[in-house]
Structures are given as C-alpha cells and as structure tokens.
C-alpha cells in the first residue's frame, strides 16, 4: 500500500495508518471492499492519530486480476479527503468520477510493479 500510495502522489495520505483487512461472508449486494475511517471523537477519546481501514471483501476481491484489484484499492484510496482527518469523501463528490479516472489513467504506467 505504501508503493500504491507513493506512485501515485497521493502526498496527503500517511500510509502508516492505512491497514488493509479482508473480510469473509458479508452480504453486502455488489461491496467489492468498502473503507472506514476513525472519526474525530474516537481519535480525541483515545488520543489516536486519524486511520483508515481499507476492507476487501474476499469472495469478490480475491477472484479479481491484478488490475482490477488495484483498481479497487485506488478507488478506496479516493475517499481519503486531503486532509487525512479520518473522515470519509462520498462518491457524490463534485469530481469524485473525474478524479478516479485519472488514477486509473496512472494504472497502466504502473501495473507490472505490484505482485497481487
């Protein structure tokens, strides 16, 4: 996560506290993965600094190709606002769509440098 990050130049996200989890047997209709932020009240409460959790959900993340599994991660990346307070961007976003295209566009430059 820490290369997918850098290559990038997502500058704004810290990725020591980005942790990747899979998860069995949700039944969540069409969830590939879905991420979670702390919220700001937990941070404060618990003297936490901000943190996500990106989860994949494995029966439909692991049969997925290399490409679209980083796909999914960048797409998951996106809803970290660049203020990496813990918060969560909505994919109604004014650009949302826009700016994930052009992650993906970055894709194919760097596809061969992750083993999946």
């Known amino acids: 996560m820490v290369r997918l990050i850098r290559d990038l130049e997502l500058n704004y996200i810290n990725p020591e506290n980005i942790r990747v989890v899979r998860s069995k047997g949700s039944h969540s209709v069409g969830t590939v993965a879905r991420i979670h932020g702390l ?32 796909r999914v991660l960048i797409h998951e990346l996106l809803h970290i606002p660049s203020n990496f307070g813990g918060g969560v961007l909505a994919h109604s976003r004014k650009n949302f769509l826009k700016l994930e295209e052009l992650y993906f566009s970055k894709l194919e430059d760097i596809l061969d440098l992750y083993q999946l």
């Open 39 to 70: 919220p700001k009240c937990v941070q404060v409460g618990l003297g936490l600094e901000p943190s996500y959790v990106i989860e994949v959900i494995d029966e439909k993340f692991s049969p997925l190709n290399k490409k679209q599994k980083i």
